[in-house]
């Protein structure tokens, strides 16, 4: 096969496949987001409660349209650096380590979507805990009182909860479609991808769930500062309320990241399909021409 020809057929553009990757990820972020918002609110109620506090069942929309405007951005960036990433590395590393170019581009694709998501982060848990009523107010009064980097508090808990999350959610989803498609020697349907997207969310996020117990009391606490940091916030927590608070809703976590990522994954896949099928037929038109 002539190096020209051979070059093109395993080469891609960087750009198309970030704009793809970009929409189909914010799609699928904003989709989840708001299918899933209640379930996530209790949540973070559950595990912003200390001792025997009482869990508050109203406003469990507070803080969406706010959040979804961050959601939007934070997963487009996510997906967007993912998918590219994810390509140039299947194509530097052997076959036998895609698991690592997954993982890896997962991980990037984290730290890149960090800049938004943990902004939006704050203040929607601020909002869900009754703090303030509105994302404006939450963002002017978080500057005013606490400064811009009141913004990215928790940051240091978030990442170490994301990235691990988001490189062995991608990783495990990835994977195990590879070896699903091996065995059933075709490509997988909507609903395929839609239960290992469910099957690799639940167990990610039930793994992640003591790093997401201490990321939401670091966010939440505010000008409190009953923690100083990571270290800290897992000692107070280990030392006032035991081992099984790091547990802290990790029911509806698994729930809310089980059919998140069942309906993130399923509607990421569609979306990933319905760009390509445009452009080739595109392609196609300008062939004919």
């Known amino acids: 096969m002539g190096g020209g020809e051979g070059g093109q057929e395993k080469s891609f553009n960087f750009l198309q496949v970030l704009l793809e990757g970009s929409i189909a990820g914010g799609t699928a972020g904003v989709v989840v987001e708001t299918a899933l918002y209640p379930i996530d609110t209790i949540k973070t109620r559950l595990q912003a409660a200390r ?52 993982f890896t581009a997962g991980a990037i694709g984290g730290i890149a979507a960090s ?22 107010d939450a963002v002017r009064l978080i500057v005013a009182k606490e400064g811009f980097k009141g913004l990215y508090a928790g940051y240091g808990s978030f990442l170490l909860r994301d990235l691990p999350f988001d490189a062995i959610q991608f990783c495990i989803y990835e994977q195990i479609r590879i070896g699903y498609k091996l065995v059933a020697k075709r490509e997988l349907n909507d609903p395929e991808n839609a239960l290992i997207g469910a099957f ?17 009391r670091l966010m939440v606490q505010g000008q409190g500062n009953q923690y100083s940091g990571i270290v800290s916030c897992a000692q107070t927590i280990l030392r006032e309320e ?32 319905m760009l390509a099928e445009r452009r080739n037929r595109e392609v196609g038109t300008l062939k004919d021409e």
């Not at 608070?245 to 990933?272: D, H, Q, Y």
């Open 115 to 136: 800049l938004v998501r943990v902004p939006t982060e704050v203040v929607k848990q601020r909002m869900q805990t009754r703090q303030f009523k509105s994302a404006p």
């Open 200 to 216: 690799a969310g639940a167990i990610t996020g039930a793994v992640t769930t003591p790093l997401d117990v201490m990321k939401t």
């Open 242 to 273: 035991g081992p099984m608070a790091f547990l802290k809703g990790i029911e509806p976590r698994v729930l809310w990241i089980g059919i998140g990522g069942s309906i993130f994954f399923g509607v990421l896949e569609k979306t990933k399909s």
């Open 51 to 102: 001792g025997g506090s009482r869990i508050e069942w109203k406003g469990l929309y507070s803080g969406l349209a706010g959040n979804l405007a961050g959601v939007l951005p934070a997963s487009a960036i996510f997906v967007g650096v993912y998918e590219p990433t994810k390509r140039k590395l299947l194509e530097t590393l052997p076959e036998n380590l895609s698991a690592v170019a997954h």
